[in-house]
């Protein structure tokens, strides 16, 4: 089985590690601080091969030269990559396919943070490395992209299988829950879910991977096909919802 090492980086972002132990591979997801993922590699025991980048934004792809630097690892990921100096080794976009050892990952476009944002899923082990795009209770805000592809994006991640744990870049889930109690008020799985988040968080403990399932039921930014949601929020369709409920929480 594949062993993924999460750790914190910078102020609230998460770093994974991804290591196949039949090949001795090992992927960085993102780079939000090279010199930290060099030293938690080194405390595995584990020697870097590839970075997989999900867009281009420095706290994702910033470590990426520090950690090529010292490990000669393969740079995957979007063209848009190259905004920061240097463009990956293997530009991918959606449909095509990365390994790690014998793993298959599907790249999925998922723009809308970013134009030319990607998630990695790896079906066989029932995960996907998702970035910005969505998070626990949550998505990115959109930067560059339009409601229409973001709703489009989102609509990929939804169609994945409801077992998948979605690895998001960032523990943003506290305060995604206080808008999405706003944004759903009479949502009870919701409700239930937010009170587990404030416990774990008062622990210390991450909320992060979370399962599509889950987010299914309560995330509203996956729910803006949802009838009573559309009635809350006056869109008429998701794409109007969406944009709505991104709208709302860009001022939240």
């Known amino acids: 089985m594949l062993e993924i090492h999460q750790f914190p980086c910078l102020s609230d972002n998460y770093g994974y590690l991804v290591h196949d132990p039949a090949s001795g591979e090992t992927t960085?997801?993102?780079?939000?601080?090279?010199?930290?993922?060099l030293r938690q590699a080194a405390a595995k025991g584990w020697q870097i091969t590839q970075i997989w980048n999900t867009h281009w934004h420095p706290d994702h792809a910033g470590g990426n030269a520090a950690?090529?630097?010292?490990?000669?690892?393969?740079?995957?990921?979007?063209?848009?990559?190259?905004?920061?100096?240097?463009?990956p080794d293997r530009v991918v976009s959606h449909g095509d396919a990365v390994m790690l050892g014998e793993w298959d990952a599907a790249v999925i476009d998922v723009g809308g943070h970013t134009l030319g944002h990607i998630a990695y899923h790896l079906p066989d082990a029932e995960l996907?490395?998702?970035?910005?795009?969505?998070?626990?209770?949550?998505?990115?805000?959109?930067?560059?992209?339009?409601?229409?592809?973001?709703?489009?994006?989102?609509?990929?991640?939804?169609?994945?299988?409801?077992a998948t744990l979605l690895y998001c870049a960032h523990e943003y889930t506290a305060s995604n829950a206080r808008f999405a109690l706003h944004a759903d008020p009479d949502n009870a799985e919701l409700a239930a879910y937010a009170a587990q988040i404030v416990a774990a968080r008062a622990d210390g403990r991450p909320t992060v991977p979370t399962s599509?399932?889950?987010?299914?039921a309560t995330n509203p930014f996956l729910r803006a096909d949802d009838s009573a949601l559309q009635a809350r929020w006056g869109g008429?369709?998701?794409?109007?919802t969406f944009a709505a409920l991104r709208a709302a929480k860009d001022t939240f």
Do not use: H, N
Not at 31 to 37: K, L, N, R
């Open 28 to 37: 960085c997801i993102d780079t939000p601080d090279g010199e930290e993922y």
């Open 67 to 87: 950690i090529k630097a010292a490990t000669g690892c393969l740079v995957v990921g979007p063209a848009e990559v190259e905004k920061l100096g240097t463009a």
């Open 128 to 162: 996907a490395f998702v970035g910005d795009s969505v998070f626990a209770l949550g998505c990115g805000r959109m930067f560059e992209g339009t409601p229409s592809q973001f709703w489009a994006s989102l609509s990929r991640i939804k169609a994945l299988p409801a």
């Open 212 to 216: 599509l399932a889950r987010e299914l």
């Open 236 to 240: 008429g369709d998701a794409e109007a």
